[in-house]
């Protein structure tokens, strides 16, 4: 995309002849200003003499040079974009005042009275339409400074604007290769994932089917073992019985015996005679006495 140029464009002819008026102009404008000043200034001299002024023709140059100061000064201010209300109303008070003194100074007739104040308000007018044709040479001069460096700057973001534009292109297309890239991966490994899962559920059921048959085995096993733990049960408590009858027929003879002398009576550990004699004393076949252990006839 090409900068499409803004500053108003015109043929050299053209520039030509705006320059050259523009010059004739301001001439013809100055010129005036200047006669004016001349005309005002031998008025103010002459009457600045008969009122024994001690420099007669410093006194013109500090009236009229007012008009030509304040009117500069508004100008600039004018220029900066600031107010200049203050200047403007030294020019007018100026003004009026060389005009003042140029009645003054003219004979008491009217017409002489009106033609004296002329070249003071021409110098006004023609000074300040000088001042607006430098004033607007001036603006144009920088708003088409600012309109080419607008116009710079507006090339220069769409030279930026193109570049960035081909960046995010080729950003989107190594981002869409990537992703191509990613999309055809995560499709092999989800081909290989459900490859697993296929294998994982054939090893699953074939370890569901040897579960079960261990199962079976285990239950198998459990019947068996628990026959036989029966039946060692069975001789436990049988031999646990007898050692008790023997413990209760060893008391009776022996009722003061000690835990070690019954064990040694029925070949049992002390803390089994102790258990034994808990029992039995529970079950109601034996009681504590002081002198001894009495054994219930009801066993």
């Not at 499409?4 to 053209?14: K, L």
């Not at 070249?119 to 400074?145: G, W």
């Not at 005679?273 to 009801?298: A, F, I, M, P, T």
């Amino acid at each position: 995309m090409s900068g499409t140029a803004i500053v108003p464009s015109a043929s050299d002819s053209q520039k030509k002849y705006n320059r050259i008026i523009a010059w004739v102009t301001g001439l013809l404008t100055l010129s005036v200003a200047v006669l004016s000043f001349l005309l005002s200034f031998t008025a103010l001299v002459d009457l600045a003499a008969q009122h024994r002024i001690g420099i007669p023709v410093l006194f013109p140059l500090i009236v009229e040079a007012g008009v030509v100061i304040f009117s500069l000064n508004a100008m600039y201010r004018s220029l900066q974009g600031e107010r200049a209300r203050w200047q403007w109303g030294l020019v007018i008070g100026s003004a009026l005042l060389a005009g003042i003194f140029n009645v003054l100074h003219a004979p008491s007739d009217v017409v002489s009275r009106i033609m004296a104040a002329m070249p003071s308000l021409f110098l006004v007018l023609s000074f300040e339409t000088f001042l607006s044709q430098v004033k607007y040479a001036v603006q144009r001069s920088e708003t088409v400074r600012t309109l080419a460096e607008l116009d710079d700057l507006i090339t220069a973001k769409q030279a930026e604007f193109e570049h960035s534009s081909a960046e995010l292109g080729n950003r989107y297309q190594t981002t869409k290769q990537e992703q191509e890239h990613m999309l055809e991966q995560l499709r092999t490994d989800a081909a290989q994932l459900t490859a697993d899962i296929e294998l994982l559920r054939t090893e699953q059921t074939a370890l569901c089917s040897e579960i079960e048959r261990l199962r079976e085995q285990k239950s198998v096993i459990l019947a068996s073992e628990m026959g036989t733990l029966d039946e060692a049960n069975a001789v436990r408590s049988s031999k646990k019985t007898q050692a008790k009858n023997d413990l209760l027929d060893f008391l009776v003879n022996h009722p003061d015996a000690t835990l070690r002398e019954a064990g040694n009576a029925i070949e049992r550990s002390k803390s089994t005679v102790s258990d034994y004699l808990s029992e039995l004393v529970d079950e109601g076949q034996l009681v504590k006495h002081d002198n001894g252990w009495e054994v219930r006839d009801g066993r």
